[in-house]
């Protein structure tokens, strides 16, 4: 069955360090997010992705951030100068055109130090 | 503001017993309802889905039933396993021509007692 994939499962960086999150999408689907859990809390909207552009973004997603499809099968995530708050799960999901479902990967957990 | 929420963080149910978890949601204009589960260390995991257009679906011991008219969804799992222990979102997609996005509730955890 497809799936969406996460690399790395878990990343530990330094305060003011850049980060680079990686995903994988569903090799047909369209529709790409990046979603991000604090511990305990709830599942938050960062940013949506559609033909080769962002489509929305959310308030936590400032300047930091960025996301990238370099070539046909990634999706990155890009914190510029992680701060500490920015520890968390970082979930990837992707959507088929046409689909209703969206499909979420395992998550990377980001820890600032 | 948040415009999905869920009414208890965490619900108890006994191991066999039926589960129902409830959810509220304050934009009418969403059309698609989806609930989620999600296991310790674990992205969300789809359950079940309805449109807008229905009030009940069913699925493989669970039911989604949603209320229109006083904004509320709910999630009921009939006799409930060790393996449904997790924690449940409801989430909701407002039509949009741009990413049809997906917003969370808080979410309910289940704690199954043996």
């Known amino acids: 069955e497809p799936e969406v994939t996460q690399t790395p499962s878990h990343q530990v960086t330094q305060m003011g360090q850049e980060v680079i999150l990686r995903c994988v999408p569903i090799?047909?689907?369209?529709?790409f997010y990046w979603y991000r859990q604090i511990l305990g809390q709830k599942v938050e909207f960062l940013v949506s992705?559609?033909?080769?552009?962002?489509?929305?973004k959310s308030e936590i997603f400032d300047d930091q951030f960025s996301v990238e499809r370099p070539d046909g099968s990634n999706f990155t995530l890009k914190i510029r100068s992680t701060k500490l708050e920015d520890s968390a799960m970082y979930f990837c999901?992707?959507?088929?055109?046409?689909?209703?479902?969206?499909?979420f990967g395992q998550g990377t957990r980001l820890t600032v130090v | 503001g948040e415009s999905v929420g869920l009414h208890l963080p965490t619900l108890s149910v006994q191991e066999g017993d039926n589960s129902i978890i409830n959810c509220a949601y304050s934009?009418?204009?969403?059309?698609?309802f989806i609930w989620y589960k999600q296991e310790s260390g674990k992205g969300p995991q789809f359950i079940i889905d309805?449109?807008?257009?229905?009030d009940k679906r069913q699925g493989q011991r669970v039911t989604v039933l949603l209320n229109k008219t006083v904004k509320h969804l709910s999630l009921q799992i009939a006799a409930t396993q060790p393996g449904d222990s997790a924690v449940y979102f409801c989430a909701e997609r407002t039509p949009s021509n741009r990413d049809d996005k997906i917003i969370f509730g808080k979410g309910t955890r289940l704690h199954i007692l043996p």
């Open positions: 309805i449109r807008s257009n229905m």
């Open positions: 934009n009418s204009a969403s059309d698609y």
């Open positions: 999901a992707s959507k088929g055109q046409g689909g209703s479902e969206a499909f």
């Open positions: 090799s047909n689907h369209l529709y």
């Open positions: 992705f559609y033909n080769n552009e962002i489509s929305e």
